[in-house]
């Protein structure tokens, strides 16, 4: 039972990491596409991370597969923030239709 709940884990995962990068290449905007980044590959390797975890040998193992998610956490939202500062500062404005 396991093992079917961390494939399908894995594939809901896989499938929010498709979807930040559809978002990526389908929205207009570098604000848009930096939200649908963040967003669907944060939620996407959260996912990941407990369908490994749950395969994980021992305790340790999937202590580390955490934190590991929870540094990715804390650096694409430093990163997602300097890159939406860069863009203002630029004057790159938001889209509008």
Known sequence: M????S???LLGGAIFFLA????????PDVYTRLHALTKADNLGLGLMVTGLALQAE???AA???LLIWLLVLLA???VAHLIAN???RKGIRLWKR
């Open 76 to 78: 694409s939202a430093s």
């Open 20 to 27: 930040g990068t559809l978002g990526l290449l389908r929205f």
């Open 86 to 88: 860069g863009a203002l």
């Open 58 to 60: 021992t305790w340790a």
């Open 7 to 9: 494939i399908a884990l």
């Open 63 to 65: 202590g580390k597969l």
């Open 2 to 5: 396991i093992d079917y709940l």
